[in-house]
């Protein structure tokens, strides 16, 4: 794959061509909406959901808090279970470790579940670069894959695509990846899916090594959990004789039972379902049944320097859900590639610099990549405060300096967001159904001047953020 | 390398952490209800039934007597000519199937011949009522997970005791040791432009045979 982040443009350059492309806009806009009215229905069906996100956030933050501690159960449980466990400080360091144990396989490919850690560590590069394909196997990953293309969404990466896009795709590639697609492939969805089941069994069967991503690691068992909607995660932790799991250090939950919150906030969140189909669980290697050699990859890069920050370390509760970027405006309106990483939307917006730094001008940028309208918080189900994170961020960009490119690369986000008035108009909408939840005061000491005299966030719609923008913006611009 | 590197990764942990008071914590409030819905058994399985179909599984109810006539039916209208069996499935449940050719899983059994293989057939460790789940944990009369995963026809039983009603009724009922399988519904993608289109890898067609003295 071809396609890249790096070097990307930054947030407001990408995002005015994001928003000129009118198949883009209307296909974002159709899935985000339609996403969002399901997943409130399905919230809607229980009674304790406010309880149940009060759990999952109290159970992360009480894991961060004692993250050495989880870690180092887990790694035991694992280790005890007939798993390996490495460590990787940073992106290199991890790929190095999964290429190394594919070659001491004598493998030359592998397979793979969609996994937002292996798309930020750019393993499948970093794979190819020593001559070994890895095959992605979810459908949105393949066509994704198949157009040498990169994912905009963290559920539906192929958000972008419609179905004669897709058709014409997996005509086109196919042949060169494997078994070419049928002869007359119309487009629609059940015959696509079809192909790709054909496409893809071949890879399953003939398959050694898989590599995942995990939604949980339980501490006190070493148990992994994948969710997942196709079967083709089924497919990758059962059929290989060796798996490789790269999960972030942040994924790590204490106990057992705390899947039965997380198993229930997951799905409903996500994919609006009251289960998504197929949950796989497993504990190290088990005798006849799955892989026999299971490896465990613990991920730092950037985790630590993201936990160190009182105020942002909250980002890392995230249990990519996806529930904020199909609520949030300026998402829908820029599209996900404009964010310039895997985690795109609000998430992405205060994921991202953390894990990368500020240093670049799409790092600098994406705080500014917000309305401030609050809409994700409200949906997030582990309740991560983006707006009080977002607001945070900007200060540390303003203290870099007037004249900073960085800084300037805010100003021009900032820009972007009021040349887009539709964008502002559904933030407010937003922003006045979530008024209770909005931060009103930020808990921030420190050199805020430049943004906020007060500490105070105005409360809307009383004051606009437009005008509230407007004010503040003018007070840092020389 | 890598001891180094774990050595380094908890270092930075604990830097990061340098604010966060060593005390204990209290114990967690776990303000969430233990079920959504009433704990009797005809509640329960109806629940069941109903969040199972909405998944698009095909939900079939029998007593124990007519377990086996009901699995030879969905047999034949899925035109089945081979099933592979767990090795200790109950006896009986394949008295009514004649004309089909048995395989037994185990070692022999590999994906490779899997994958021309009708249906299969299976009990299960579980099922929770709440969110339409079926959980197989590799458990008596499921057979490895293989077993249920490349065939593209799978007939789950479910005994009435089997069912509860939510996740917090399930996971202290389920061992962590043992790998598991949780199916809700058949495979399913909406990847194409959010059309919901079943069975993309996993079995196409979901059949659930939910086993009670009197079903309704
Ligand atoms: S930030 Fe919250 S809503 Fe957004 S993906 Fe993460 S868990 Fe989901």
Redesign the pocket.
């Known amino acids: 794959m071809s396609g890249t982040y790096l070097g990307m443009p930054a947030f407001p350059k990408a995002a005015a061509v994001s928003t000129q492309n009118a198949q883009l806009r209307a296909n974002l806009t159709h899935a985000t909406h339609t996403i969002r009215d399901k997943r409130a229905k399905a919230v809607a069906e229980l009674a304790d959901w406010a309880e149940l996100r009060q759990a999952g956030k109290e159970i992360k933050d009480r894991t961060l808090r004692r993250l050495d501690h989880y870690l180092l159960q887990a790694e035991a449980a694992v280790t005890a279970a007939g798993g390996t466990v490495h460590w990787a400080q940073a992106a290199a360091e991890a790929n190095r470790i999964v290429a190394d144990l594919v070659k001491a396989k004598g493998e030359r490919e592998v397979v793979k579940v969609k996994s937002m850690a292996t798309q930020e560590i750019g393993l499948n590069e970093a794979l190819a670069a020593e001559g070994i394909t890895a095959y992605e196997t979810d459908l949105a990953e393949l066509i994704v894959q198949l157009g040498d293309d990169l994912p905009s969404h ?1 559920l539906v990466p192929a958000i972008h695509r419609n179905r004669g896009e897709i058709r014409d795709i997996f005509r086109e590639a196919m042949s060169r990846w494997g078994r070419p697609a049928p002869e007359g492939l119309t487009d629609s969805p059940a015959e696509l899916a079809e192909a790709a089941r054909l496409h893809l069994r071949e890879k399953f069967l003939r398959a050694k090594v898989a590599v995942s991503g995990a939604n949980f690691l339980v501490a006190e068992t070493g148990s992994l959990v994948v969710v997942e909607s196709e079967g083709n995660g089924r497919m990758c932790l059962t059929l290989p004789e060796t798996l490789i799991s790269v999960v972030g250090i942040e994924k790590v939950v204490p106990t057992w039972r705390d899947l039965e919150v997380f198993l229930q906030l997951l799905p409903r ?2 994919t609006a379902e009251r289960m998504n189909p197929y949950t796989s669980i497993w504990t190290g290697t088990t005798r006849g049944d799955g892989p026999s050699d299971f490896h465990l990859v613990l991920l730092d890069n950037g985790r630590t320097d993201t936990l160190a920050d009182e105020v942002g370390r909250q ?1 890392l ?9 199909n609520v949030c405006p300026v998402y829908e309106r820029a599209g996900g590639h404009a964010y310039g990483s895997p985690y795109p ?3 992405g917006a205060i994921l991202t610099p953390q894990l990368r730094g500020l240093t670049s001008e799409v790092d600098a940028s994406l705080p500014y990549a917000s309305t401030l309208c609050g809409a ?1 918080y409200e ?4 309740a ?1 405060d ?1 707006p009080e994170v977002l607001v945070h961020l900007r200060e540390q960009v303003a203290e870099h300096g007037t004249g900073h490119r960085a800084e300037r690369a805010a100003i021009k986000a900032a820009t972007w967001l009021l040349d887009h008035p539709a964008a502002y108009r559904t933030a407010l909408r937003a922003a006045a159904r979530t008024r209770r939840l909005q931060p009103r005061r930020l808990p921030l000491p420190g050199p805020a001047k430049a943004w906020s005299d007060t500490r105070d966030l105005p409360t809307m719609p009383e004051q606009s953020f437009r005008d509230w923008w407007k004010t503040r913006g003018q007070e840092n611009t020389p | 390398m890598t001891t180094d590197s774990r050595e380094r990764v908890l270092a930075r942990i604990r830097t990061a952490l340098g604010d966060v008071p060593a005390t204990d914590e209290p114990p967690l409030r776990r303000g969430y209800l233990p079920a959504h819905v009433t704990e009797d058994r005809p509640t329960l399985l109806a629940v069941l039934a109903e969040n199972l179909a909405e998944y698009r599984a095909h939900v079939n109810h029998a007593t124990p007597q007519q377990l086996p006539e009901v699995i030879g039916r969905l047999l034949r209208e899925h035109d089945t000519r081979s099933l592979a069996v767990p090795a200790d499935l109950p006896p009986g449940w394949l008295s009514a199937v004649g004309g089909v050719r048995m395989l037994t899983d185990g070692p022999a059994l590999t994906a490779e011949r899997l994958d021309g293989i009708d249906s299969a057939l299976t009990g299960c460790a579980l099922a929770v009522a709440e969110t339409g789940t079926i959980v197989l944990d590799a458990g008596p009369g499921q057979g490895r997970r293989i077993l249920t995963l490349v065939p593209d026809h799978h007939i789950c039983v479910v005994r009435a005791d089997q069912v509860v009603a939510s996740l917090p009724r399930a996971l202290p009922l389920l061992d962590p040791t043992r790998p598991q399988t949780w199916i809700s519904g058949p495979s399913a993608t909406s990847d194409i432009e959010l059309d919901r289109v079943e069975g993309v890898h996993g079995p196409r067609r979901l059949d659930v045979v939910l086993v009670g003295e009197a079903p309704r």
Request: glycine share 4%.
């Open positions: 963290i969140s996500s980002a509760r995230c249990i990519r859900c996806s529930a904020c970027l939307g609000p998430i994700c949906v997030c189900p582990v991560i983006i």
